[in-house]
């Protein structure tokens, strides 16, 4: 049977065996969704090039089993299956972050107590924040503090060590002096507490994005603000200069208004959170 | 207190019908590739 009577058979199966024709109908749809969300996640992780390849291989593979009786078709299911051996080979550490910023991981818990409603309170964590960060961009001290909503996963808490203590510019200040145990890692604060400090961060995966003149501090805050919803502030150890990573997108050269507008978005958005709990 | 004083970076965004093609792009190439998966298999 030539290549034609072959396509006509398939159609004519099509058309009269009903059977057959859902099952056809539901692989493609199972095989859309399956490319559709491989070919997304190597676009978000700037691996266009792979998809070319990959479709070109696809499509090479296609037509030598096409014009090849001797050769069984269903050896072509090894490309979806190869795809999803290279997807999970190459991007194992994407993936991981991905199944954190799922919402039904476990998340760290954090108890709010009755002073977070304080505004008092707040405007003085505000201002001892701002005043830590300022003091250490002035002596060159790297920092990275990050303000979560409970929302950071177990493992990176546990990574670092757990304080649990009230926010004050001499602690965070003293955190982050050079040669401490805890000043390398980062400093996690969730409403008026800074939960742990020391913590290890996933780094971004974002390197023509980030000027050269960073470095892995500035890749470890950019790197968890892209799957989870928290904000960095980092210091840089070189320059002193304050950037803001949110929503993996960093932002250089942060005054005092502009920590304090981070800030106040930040409690405020926590106070809603609380209030609507 | 004097800050350290400079310029925002802000990335320029993506504009709506950019991204609209970009996704129908990716919808039409899986459901093509998903579409010839199928065809070479059952010919």
Known sequence: ?277 | MEDKKGFNKAETEAGPAKKFFSALGLVVLSLALAVFTVVVINV
Not at chain 1, 65 to 76: V, W, Y
Not at chain 1, 192 to 214: E, M, Y
Request: proline share 3%; hydrophobic share 45%.
């Open chain 1, 1 to 277: 049977m030539n290549l034609g009577q072959s396509f006509v058979s398939l159609w004519e199966r099509l058309s009269t065996d009903v059977g057959f024709a859902v099952t056809f109908g539901i692989s493609i749809v199972a095989f859309a969704f399956l490319y559709y969300y491989i070919t997304k996640f190597l676009l978000k992780n700037n691996s266009g090039q792979l998809i070319l390849v990959l479709v070109a291989a696809a499509v090479i593979l296609g037509g030598v089993l096409l014009f090849n009786p001797n050769i069984s078709n269903g050896l072509f299911m090894v490309v979806p299956l190869l795809m999803v051996v290279i997807v999970i080979c190459l991007y194992s550490v994407e993936i991981k972050r991905l199944v954190w910023a799922k919402k039904d991981v476990k998340l760290a818990s954090v108890k709010h107590d009755g002073s977070f409603y304080d505004e008092e309170k707040i405007n003085t964590c505000i201002t001892e924040i701002v005043k830590a960060l300022q003091d250490m961009s002035k002596t060159d001290t790297g920092a990275i503090i990050v303000l979560s909503s409970g929302n950071i996963p177990s493992q990176i808490l546990d990574s670092g060590v757990r304080l649990d203590s009230d926010i004050s510019s001499a602690l965070i200040e003293s955190v982050f002096f050079p040669k401490t145990p805890l000043h390398d890692g980062a400093m996690i604060i969730s409403g008026t507490k800074v939960v742990a400090a020391g913590c290890f961060l996933p780094l971004s995966q974002q390197v023509d994005k980030i000027p050269k003149d960073l470095g892995t501090r500035h890749r470890a805050g950019l790197g968890i603000t892209e799957n989870i919803d928290v904000v960095s502030l980092i210091v840089s150890e070189e320059t002193g200069i304050i950037t803001i990573a949110k929503a993996g997108k960093i932002t250089r050269y942060a005054d005092s208004q502009a920590l304090k507008k981070v800030l106040v978005d930040y409690y405020w958005q926590e106070l809603s959170s609380v209030r609507r709990k």
